[in-house]
């Protein structure tokens, strides 16, 4: 089946270190995303890659960092440098070859908790 | 800028019933496309309904319509003949199609849906 995997489901992490959120799709979209999650805030866009290495700054990119080495794949790193990292992590993609709508295909998240 | 508003923290329905989910848009470019998502305990986003800024007739898919008031800058979601499954939230999104990449998303509404 065609989709996006986001791993780990469930993450916890001490102040002061850095993890990555793995974000791996198989539907050959060449655009990528990746969105936050706080409650009452709706979706808030972190970074976004519409081609293999290249990627831009969204709204909240301040503390976070991506890679995009592959077509597939699109890592987000949190590093120690996000001062409230708690929140759910959403990745998405998109297809930018095919007319139609262009909505975005979402994985199903990862929850960064601090502690 | 562009704005989309859900005024709407949360809302009950009684199964069977119809339901109208508010969106309110802002936006200067005059070619745009409108989204609703789905978001289930799980987590993930599903997308349910597209309507474009040129489109002439309100976009439906199955039970779900939207419609579109463009003078009023608003795409409120109607959900036909609720079913216990539709409880989740349910997020408004905004794409400039000028600009390739940036989608907007309301801040949600939680929706019920009562036995």
């Known amino acids: 089946d065609g989709g996006i995997t986001q791993s780990p489901k469930y993450l916890f992490r001490k102040e002061g270190q850095n993890v990555t959120l793995s974000c791996e799709q198989n539907?050959?979209?060449?655009?990528m995303y990746w969105y936050r999650q706080d409650p009452g805030q709706g979706l808030r866009l972190i970074y976004y890659?519409?081609?293999?290495?290249?990627?831009q700054k969204g709204d909240i990119a301040e503390g976070y960092s991506v890679s995009r080495e592959k077509k597939e794949s699109f890592p987000l790193t949190v590093t120690s440098a996000q001062k409230n990292p708690t929140a759910f992590y959403l990745c998405?993609?998109?297809?930018?070859?095919?007319?139609?709508?262009?909505?975005?295909?979402f994985g199903e998240g990862s929850r960064l908790t601090v502690l | 800028a562009q704005k989309i508003t859900q005024t709407q923290p949360g809302m009950f329905v009684q199964e069977k019933e119809a339901v109208t989910l508010d969106c309110t848009y802002d936006?200067?470019?005059?070619?745009?496309?409108l989204f609703w998502y789905k978001q289930p305990s799980s987590g993930e986003m599903i997308f349910l309904i597209y309507?474009?800024?040129?489109?002439?007739q309100n976009a439906t898919e199955g039970r779900y319509s939207l419609n579109f008031q463009k003078a009023r800058k608003s795409a409120n979601l109607v959900i036909s003949a609720s079913q216990l499954g539709d409880s989740a939230m349910y997020f408004c999104?905004?794409?400039?199609?000028?600009?390739?990449?940036?989608?907007?998303f309301g801040t949600g509404t939680r929706l019920k849906v009562l036995a």
């Open positions: 998405a993609s998109r297809d930018l070859s095919s007319g139609g709508a262009g909505e975005l295909f």
């Open positions: 539907l050959n979209h060449d655009a």
């Open positions: 890659s519409q081609i293999v290495n290249d990627f």
């Open positions: 936006t200067s470019d005059p070619s745009y496309g």
């Open positions: 309507q474009g800024s040129y489109d002439q």
């Open positions: 999104a905004m794409r400039e199609l000028r600009g390739t990449y940036k989608y907007i």
